[in-house]
């Protein structure tokens, strides 16, 4: 239901972009879309991103991206992402989830509290055991995982000043 409602309100951003385009400048095009799009697509996403209809959201970030820039429907927008320096809505979940668990440390055990031996993993984020699927999803379990997979020197400097 969530996802219905930030649809609509990115349709409408899409129109709003259209129609200001022939007027303003390129980085008056990026500054709007963060200011308008960005700004509804991010909220909530720890909880939504996952889900597939992340996937039409996705569709309607490329194509406000294909808006800004002038391509037609068919170009790819791998390139153009990287040109916008603009995140993904894929990569912006996980960069969210990661900023959920790196500021909301507390909420988390390492694996050392968990046993006393000395091991590879001793240092990581402890994976809860759960058999349910819609809770290995979550942002708990997931944001643990993807948290995990970083390399020490990332996990190891202070993240909250991002």
């Known amino acids: 239901m969530h996802i219905e409602k930030i649809l609509t309100k990115l349709s409408s951003a899409c129109y709003a972009m259209r129609s200001v385009k022939p007027y303003v400048s390129q980085q008056m095009l990026k500054i709007i ?24 959201v996705f569709k309607l970030q490329k194509g406000i991206i294909r808006i800004m820039t002038g391509h037609s429907s068919r170009d790819s927008c791998r390139q153009l992402f990287i040109d916008l320096k603009i ?18 440390n507390d909420l988390f055990t390492t694996n050392n509290k968990i046993h006393n031996y000395c091991t590879r993993q001793c240092c990581n984020l402890h994976q809860p055991a759960v058999n349910l699927a819609q809770f290995q999803k979550g942002v708990l379990c997931k944001g643990v995982k993807i948290y995990n997979s970083l390399p020490t020197y990332i996990t190891k400097t202070n993240l909250k000043q991002f």
């Open 33 to 56: 879309c963060y200011s308008y799009f960005h700004s509804i697509m991010s909220y909530g996403i720890i909880f939504w991103g996952h889900l597939a209809g992340g996937i039409r």
């Open 87 to 104: 995140l993904p809505q894929p990569s912006l979940y996980i960069y969210h989830l990661i900023l959920f668990v790196n500021k909301n």
